[in-house]
C-alpha cells in the first residue's frame, strides 16, 4: 500500500517513459548520480576541479554515463529486461554502498569473498545507512520498473530500436572523447585504477570473471588431485627430537600496529618479554583471507597462484601428512579456505568446542585440549594450525573480551565512517593487545613440552587493514592498488631452547623480504623435509646448523626467494 501511494504521488511530477529505451536511459541516469559518487570523487582527486579541468570532467561523466547506457541496453532485452534491470538498480545500490563507506572495489575477489561470507560476518555488515540505501535506492526503484517498464515490441521493431539507440551513444561517446584523445589516452594508461569505481559497470564485468573462475573451480573440485613435492625424504641427522610447532594464521593484522615492531603504544607487552623473532619485511599473497590462506599454504607463489589450480594440488600440510607428521587444524574464523579438507579440522567458532565464547568465541579457547590431542599421539611429529578470528572488521571492539579495552573510547559503530580515526585506531589496538595476549599463551603451552619435542610457534597474518588512510577501510582492495597498509603483515617466531633453528640465527636474518610465498619451504625446512622444490631453503638451513656467517646465509636465502 505505501509503495502503490508513493507511486501515485511520484507519477504526478514524473512522466513515466513510454519505451523500453527511454526506461534504460532514465535508470542509467539514475545510477550514475546516485550510485557513483566514489567515482566521482576519485575522478576529482585525479583531475581538481577546476576551469582548465572542467571540460574534460564533464567528458568523463557523459563517457561513464554513455557506456553504462550502452551495457544496460545491451542486457536488458525482452521478456526479461525489467528484472534484469531491477536486479540492475539492486546491485548498484549495495555497490555504491561499500564503496562510498569503505572505498573498496567491487572486483571479482570482493565477490569471491561475498560468496562466503557466512551469517555472522553478514551481520556484521549490516548497517541502518546500508539498509536506507538499499530500500530508497534500489528496491523502490527496482518496484517501480517492475510495476511500469513496458512490454517488448516485436523483435523486429525492438531490434531496430536498439540499434539506434546503440549507434547513437556510440557517436555520442565518440564525439565527447574525440577533442580530449591525449587526455583520454593519459587517463587510460595511468588511472586504471578509477575505473574500477565505475558502478555498475566494473561490476559487471567482474561477475562474468567471476562466473568464469567458478567454472573453472567446480571443474578443479571434481579434479584428481595433483601429488607434488614427490621425491621429498626425512633427514633424521639434524636432530633426535619430533618436531612440535604451532603456526598460528592471524586475522587481518598490521605489522605497523606492533609495538614489537616500533609502534609507539604498547600493544604487545607479552610478546617483548617472550624472546621472540619479528620478521621487518614481509608481505602478504593477497588482500584477502580468500586468497591469501590457500596461498600461503601452497606451493605457486604470489605470480602464480589462483583457486582452481590451487585446488588440483597438494598444499603443504597435505605433504607433511602423507610423510607421516600428525597435522590438526583448528579454526575460530570461517573456515580453512580449502587448505585443511584432508587433514583433522575442527571448529572453534561454537560452544560445542570452545570454551570460551562470551558470546564471541575466543582465539584463547583453541588451546583447551590441545595437550590430551599430543599426548595420543605417542611421540609423533605434530603440526598444529590455529586460525584466528584476530582483528575482524569492521567490529573490532567484539574481537575482544573488555579486560582488554586499554585504549579508549573505542568505536563501536558498523559505519567506521561515523567514527574518529582515534577511535577506529583505539578498538583496533586492543583487538592487537588480545592477539597479543593469545600469542602468549601459545608460548606458555609450548614450553612445558621443551624437553621432548622441537617447539617452536610461527604467527603470519593473512593480510592487513586500512583505517581510513586514503579514504579506504577494512581490505580486500586489487593488489595493484592495495595500500602497504593491506600488505605488509607481522611474521613472529619463537623457537624456545631449539637446536634445530637458534633464535639467535633467526634474529639474525630479521630484516630479510620475506613474503607467504616463504611458508611452504619454511615448514618442509622445519620438519628436515628435502626436496627439490625446496633446495635454496635446505642449503639455507645446512649454513644455519653449521653456524655459518649471517652474509652466506642471507646469499642462499636470497637466491631461493628470486628463484
Request: proline residues 4%; positive net charge.
Amino acid at each position: 500500500m505505501f509503495l502503490e501511494n508513493l507511486k501515485s504521488k511520484i507519477s504526478k511530477y514524473l512522466p513515466v517513459p513510454k519505451t523500453q529505451n527511454a526506461w534504460v536511459m532514465m535508470a542509467s541516469l539514475f545510477i550514475m548520480v546516485t550510485g557513483n559518487i566514489s567515482l566521482c570523487q576519485n575522478l576529482l582527486k585525479t583531475y581538481p576541479l577546476s576551469l582548465n579541468n572542467l571540460p574534460f570532467l564533464a567528458s568523463l561523466f557523459v563517457f561513464f554515463l554513455v557506456t553504462l547506457t550502452i551495457i544496460i541496453q545491451i542486457l536488458c532485452i525482452g521478456k526479461s529486461a525489467k528484472w534484469v534491470l531491477a536486479v540492475l538498480l539492486i546491485v548498484s545500490s549495495l555497490n555504491a554502498y561499500f564503496m562510498d563507506s569503505f572505498g573498496v572495489v567491487i572486483d571479482h575477489t570482493m565477490m569471491d569473498n561475498v560468496a562466503q561470507t557466512d551469517q555472522r560476518e553478514l551481520q556484521g555488515l549490516i548497517t541502518f545507512e546500508l539498509v536506507a540505501r538499499l530500500i530508497l535506492l534500489g528496491l523502490i526503484p527496482a518496484f517501480f520498473v517492475i510495476k511500469n517498464f513496458p512490454k517488448p515490441r516485436k523483435f523486429s521493431q525492438e531490434f531496430k530500436s536498439r540499434f539506434k539507440a546503440i549507434s547513437s551513444l556510440t557517436i555520442t561517446a565518440i564525439m565527447v572523447v574525440a577533442p580530449f584523445t591525449a587526455g583520454y589516452a593519459s587517463f587510460i594508461r595511468e588511472h586504471k585504477i578509477v575505473r574500477f569505481y565505475a558502478n555498475p559497470t566494473f561490476s559487471i564485468y567482474s561477475a562474468y570473471k567471476y562466473v568464469n573462475q567458478e567454472a573453472k573451480v567446480f571443474e578443479a573440485r571434481n579434479a584428481p588431485l595433483k601429488t607434488i613435492a614427490t621425491d621429498a625424504y626425512r633427514n633424521t641427522q639434524n636432530n633426535n627430537k619430533r618436531k612440535l610447532v604451532i603456526v598460528v594464521v592471524g586475522e587481518t593484522a598490521r605489522y605497523d600496529r606492533f609495538a614489537l615492531n616500533g609502534y609507539q603504544r604498547a600493544t604487545t607487552p607479552n610478546l617483548e618479554a617472550a624472546n621472540v623473532v619479528s620478521f621487518s619485511n614481509v608481505s602478504a599473497c593477497g588482500t584477502s583471507t580468500m586468497v591469501s590462506v590457500p596461498c600461503m599454504f601452497s606451493s605457486l607463489g604470489q605470480r602464480g597462484y589462483n583457486k582452481e589450480t590451487a585446488l588440483k594440488q597438494e598444499n603443504v600440510i597435505d605433504v607433511l601428512a602423507r610423510n607421516g607428521i600428525d597435522v590438526l587444524w583448528r579454526d575460530n574464523n570461517s573456515d580453512s579456505k580449502g587448505v585443511a579438507l584432508r587433514v583433522k579440522y575442527q571448529n572453534f567458532q561454537s560452544t560445542n568446542l570452545n570454551p570460551i565464547c562470551d558470546p564471541e568465541c575466543r582465539d584463547v579457547g583453541m588451546l583447551d585440549g590441545l595437550d590430551k590431542h599430543i599426548q595420543s599421539k605417542n611421540g609423533k611429529d605434530i603440526l598444529i594450525v590455529l586460525h584466528q578470528m584476530g582483528n575482524h572488521g569492521p567490529e573490532y571492539f567484539r574481537r575482544y573480551p573488555k579486560v582488554f579495552e586499554k585504549f579508549s573510547p573505542v568505536c563501536k559503530s558498523k559505519e567506521l565512517k561515523d567514527c574518529t580515526k582515534q577511535e577506529i585506531d583505539n578498538a583496533y589496538d586492543n583487538a592487537i593487545l588480545y592477539t597479543d595476549y593469545f600469542l602468549s599463551e601459545v608460548i606458555k603451552f609450548l614450553k612445558p613440552y621443551e624437553e621432548n619435542y622441537d617447539v617452536g610457534m610461527m604467527y603470519i597474518a593473512d593480510h592487513g587493514e586500512s583505517l581510513g588512510e586514503y579514504g579506504m577501510y577494512l581490505h580486500a582492495a586489487p593488489v595493484v592498488i592495495a595500500p602497504k597498509e593491506q600488505t605488509k603483515i607481522p611474521l613472529i617466531v619463537w623457537t624456545g631452547n631449539s637446536s634445530a633453528f637458534p633464535e639467535s640465527h633467526l634474529r639474525q636474518h630479521k630484516n630479510l623480504a620475506l613474503s607467504h610465498d616463504d611458508v611452504f619451504c619454511s615448514l618442509m625446512v622445519a620438519y628436515d623435509f628435502n626436496s627439490n622444490m625446496c633446495k635454496p631453503y635446505m642449503e639455507a638451513a645446512r649454513h644455519l646448523h653449521n653456524s655459518l656467517d649471517h652474509d652466506a646465509v642471507t646469499a642462499v636465502v636470497d637466491k631461493g626467494i628470486s628463484s
